[in-house]
C-alpha cells in the first residue's frame, strides 16, 4: 500500500500530528504515528483552498469535517494525491509567510544578541524587552498573515467596534500604551493567542461558546496580560531564538528558516508555562477590576472547560497550572459592569456571519 506522510490539525487542538496517509478506495485513511486510524476522508469532498503556487504547503480540506487541516509538503503525498485532486499544487519552495516570520526572528535575534555574551547567556528574559517595537510588529502581523492564510479573519463593523471599545478600555486600566489589534479567526477552535507586537487572536469557536460577554471579556484581558508582560517575544526566542543563532553563526541560514517554518512550530513556541500564566490570569482579574467590569467571567470560563475539558490542553487552558487551580485563583464576585451590552454582545457572536 502507498503511503505519504503529512501533518493534521484535527480542528479541536492547536497543534498538528504527524500522520501517516493512504488511499481506501474511495477513501483517504489518516493514521496517527502509532498507525492507528484517527478519520478517513471522502477523497469526493476534498479541495484545496486558493493558495499561491509557491507556498511550499498545501493546504487540503474535506467538507465533512470543516475545522480540520490536511497539510502536505512532500513529493510523496503530492504523488498520492494529486491524480483524485488536480487543484492540487505543486510543492517546490518555503512558504513566504512563514519564510518571512522566522527571516524576522533570525534578524532580531543576531542583531540584538550578536554582541552580547551575556545577553544570550541570560536568553529570552533579558532580551525581550531590548527588542525594538517596531521588529515584533512585524513578527506579529507575518504571523497573523499565517492565520488568516489558513482560517480566514472575520470582518463585521458592529462587532468589531464593540471588541475595539473593550480593547481600549482594558488597555488604559492596563497602563499599556503600546500597539494593540485584535482580531478573530474564523475557526470553530475554543482558543486565543496573543502575538508579538501587541497582536492578540480570538477564535470564532470561543465566541461562540461562551456564555456571557465576561467570558469573552475574561480571556481578552488574559491575553492582554501576556502582551503587557512580553510573554510571545519570550517564548519565541526561548523556543527558537538561540537556536537561529547557532545554526546562523555556523552558516546554515537556510537550514534554521526551514526547520522552524512551520505554522505548528510557531503555535507551540507561543504557548506558555505556569508562571507566565498565572501572571497573566493575575494581570486580567486587575485590568478588569481596574475598568469597573466583571471579574466572574474569567471563573466562569475556567469552570465549564474544567467540566467539558477535563485535563485537556487548549490555548490559554493549559494544564499547567490546572484549570481547577485556575479557576479558584479567579474566583470573584459579580460586581462591575458587563462587558457588552446585549446589542454589543449580539454583534461580536455575528461578526463572522457578516
Known sequence: METAQARYFDGVTPLPRAVTLSLSGPMLAIADASGAELVRWPLSELR????????GEAIIVCRAHPDARLIVSSPQAIAL????????LPVVSPRPTALRVWSIVAALAVAVLGGSALAAWHGPEV?????????????????????EDRYGLCYGDSGSEALDGLKRRLARAAGYDGPLRVEVVDSGLINAFALPG???????????????PDEVAGVFAHELGHVAHLHPMRGLLRSLGLRFLRQLALGGYGDA??????FGE???ALRN????????????????????????????????????????????????????????AARRSHDGASAF????????????DE
Open 257 to 262: 528558516v526551514d526547520t522552524a517554518a512551520s
Open 273 to 328: 508555562g505556569r508562571a507566565a500564566e498565572r501572571e497573566a490570569d493575575a494581570a486580567a482579574i486587575s485590568y478588569l477590576e481596574t475598568a469597573g467590569l466583571r471579574q466572574d467571567g474569567l471563573y466562569d470560563f475556567f469552570a465549564r472547560m474544567a467540566d467539558k475539558h477535563g485535563p485537556t490542553d487548549l490555548g490559554i487552558l493549559s494544564t499547567h497550572p490546572p484549570l481547577e487551580e485556575r479557576r479558584e
Open 198 to 212: 501587541g497582536r492578540i487572536v480570538l477564535f470564532r469557536g470561543l465566541i461562540e461558546d461562551a456564555k456571557s
Open 48 to 55: 484545496v483552498p486558493a493558495q499561491d503556487d509557491s507556498l
Open 81 to 88: 494525491l494529486s491524480p483524485h485532486l488536480p487543484a492540487l
Open 266 to 268: 510557531t503555535m507551540l
Open 341 to 352: 451590552d446585549d446589542r454589543q454582545w449580539q454583534a461580536v457572536r455575528d461578526l463572522c
Open 127 to 147: 532580551v525581550a524587552p531590548l527588542v525594538p517595537q517596531s521588529w515584533q510588529v512585524r513578527l506579529g502581523d507575518a504571523i497573523l498573515d499565517d492565520f
